[in-house]
């Protein structure tokens, strides 16, 4: 029931999924008058789906401790309870990200070995996509959450992008060893000393993250918030300029009709709907969180992202690699003697 | 002498900036056999010119440190020192940036009242431009700092971009009173409570930048540094992916010369030269950091800024509000008695 155009968004939304992953089962929470039509006038999606009826929504204006206190029976927190209860293995949502990042911690609890989730997304760059952490989850983060961040963002792009051998860079103010505040400097230390499923690239600026120089850039999720947003507002001031450009006189126009097509290659490029979808991680269960003003076209991408991280175990790989590396760590401050 | 093409291009960026300002007068610090002919290749900057020689220079691979030490009749020094000696009123240098901040630092001092100075720069809006600080120079910030550079960047609005009452944002994970970390929530409830020649518009997020929300986004060196080379990586990304469309097939590229004309005003918009130039902000004496990688259109702005920033007693209006500040948040702090 959560976000713009909800809930009729989100059913197109499983409905575009569903074409591409026929073997997707949907459990949808919210008003079963207004949900009902809209599931069963699609008759492969109707065959795949189960209502479970809610009257109570958690509101966009809800603060995460009211939503967690007052917002049991809400659509929102009943879809995460089906993960705690076995009944689903993932949760969808384009509703307050506050109230579900703190649902779905409450609920599903994190992994063994991380102090804090994080929230991730992938971002178009030069060559294909990259891999982002934290975007907001955290504002203060320490050099044991910065490799922690690493470690999982590693695990989602070999998970959901395939990339055998990701490449990791921490995001700093330059790429020299003494640049930047202690976290990062501490944290780089880490993850040169420590043998992990990554390769350390070391320290990467704001313009590698689009550059795509590194398969996942690590950051704060002050920065890292910060650094995405800025992405957009420049993504969008080059629209808006180049939409002018291209309507101030009639040789523009004219020009613009004949460039049309491969105009629309480079939108469908940078396309924001294709890149829609925080990921939380660092909890035992797959929680993704839709942009709130997306369309069904963004909504099915997010749930793609939900589908692959399923698919692909990327929860026990995290696990894993984080038992790996609380090990290693142990090892390796036993043999420094600290 | 620094910077990539140096001296060339820093003589040819005072030959245009000397046409757009005849009040402009010269030293230039470096080799005078590669310097003098260059200078008296043109009447009207030999006229207003003087050269003096040294074959010291900082490279870019020096540390501020070694700067320091050893750079003390390195045409970076040299010119800093001009400043200091009373023969000029601002240093313009297209070199290494550590070395810049610490010598400038060295040999001017900070503005009384000023902790740490900050770098500052204008950005490309959808309206006109907007000023931002701290891009680099400190990636640790506490309240007290981000005050400072509110302070300091609505002077710069209101001197070099004539605002006559500048609004002021604060980089932020969001626009509610609730979000962000300890740095920004206190430095907000500063601002709030004291009388500053300035609106406080309270938080802004990272596109809200080129948004232009307001004429100042005010930041830590590290986030600010990340968000500034987001933002142009962005720009970059979007110029290739542009160029691409626009070359793919002869539709695209006739498309392309029909529209070329607009499409250049959009290129001269958000062209990286007009916006080069990162001011030192809280120093007693005017420092300005050119791209090393401009040409002389780009480094003709830089001398703009400093020339600007001269003309209008910057440097005296921040010293003038920073002392005015200091008293009223003297007086706030006997009120609340702390």
Same mark, same amino acid.
């Given at each position: 029931?959560?976000?713009? *155009? ?13 074409? @591409? ?11 079963? +008058? ?11 999606? &109707? ?26 029976? =809400? =659509? ?19 509703? *307050?990200?506050? &109230? ?36 907001? &989850? ?8 910065? $490799? ?7 695990? /989602?792009? @070999? ?12 995001? *700093? ?23 992990? #499923?990554?390769? /350390? ?14 398969? $996942? ?7 890292? *918030?910060? +650094?995405?947003?800025? $992405? ?7 629209? =808006? ?19 049309? #097509? ?10 924001? @709907? ?11 269960? $797959? ?8 369309? %069904?076209?963004?909504? &099915? ?15 026990? @790989? ?11 760590? %142990? ?8």
């Amino acid at each position: 029931m959560g976000g713009d *155009n909800a809930p009729d968004m989100v059913i197109g939304g499983a409905k575009l999924a569903l074409q @591409r992953h026929p073997d997707l089962r949907f459990l949808f929470f919210g008003d079963m +008058a207004h949900l009902s039509p809209l599931v069963h006038a699609d008759r492969a999606l &109707a065959g795949a789906s189960e209502i479970r009826h809610t009257d109570k929504t958690v509101l966009s204006t809800d603060r995460p401790s009211q939503a967690l206190r007052q917002g049991r029976e =809400s =659509s929102m927190r009943l879809a995460i309870n089906s993960i705690a209860d076995g009944e689903a293995q993932g949760v969808v949502s384009a509703g *307050n990200t506050g &109230a579900l990042m703190a649902m779905s911690k409450f609920v599903l609890k994190t992994t063994s070995g991380i102090e804090r989730p994080a929230i991730c997304s992938t971002l178009p760059t030069m060559q294909s996509e990259t891999v982002m952490l934290d975007l907001g &989850a955290n504002v203060d983060c320490d050099a044991e959450n910065l $490799v922690q961040f690493a470690i999982m963002g590693a695990a /989602f792009a @070999r998970a959901v992008l395939g990339r055998a051998d990701p490449s990791v860079g921490l995001l *700093n103010v330059g790429e020299e060893e003494l640049k930047g505040n202690e976290a990062v400097k501490a944290a780089a230390g880490i993850l040169k000393a420590v043998d992990l #499923p990554l390769r /350390f690239h070391g320290f990467v600026e704001g313009d590698d993250i689009l550059k795509g120089t590194t398969d $996942v850039v690590v950051t704060d999720g002050f920065s890292g *918030n910060v +650094a995405l947003k800025a $992405v957009e507002g420049t993504a969008k001031l080059y629209s =808006s300029f180049l939409r002018t450009a291209l309507t101030s006189n009639l040789f523009a126009r004219l020009g613009y009709l004949l460039a049309r #097509p491969s105009l629309q290659t480079l939108r469908d490029r940078v396309d924001p @709907r294709r890149y829609n979808g925080g990921v939380f991680l660092g909890l035992n269960g $797959v929680s993704v969180k839709s942009h709130g003003s997306t369309d %069904e076209l963004g909504f &099915a991408h997010a749930i793609d992202l939900a589908f692959y991280m399923i698919r692909e175990g990327l929860i026990d @790989r995290i696990t894993a690699d984080m038992a790996q590396f609380s090990h290693d760590a %142990e090892s390796l401050r036993e043999a420094v003697g600290t």
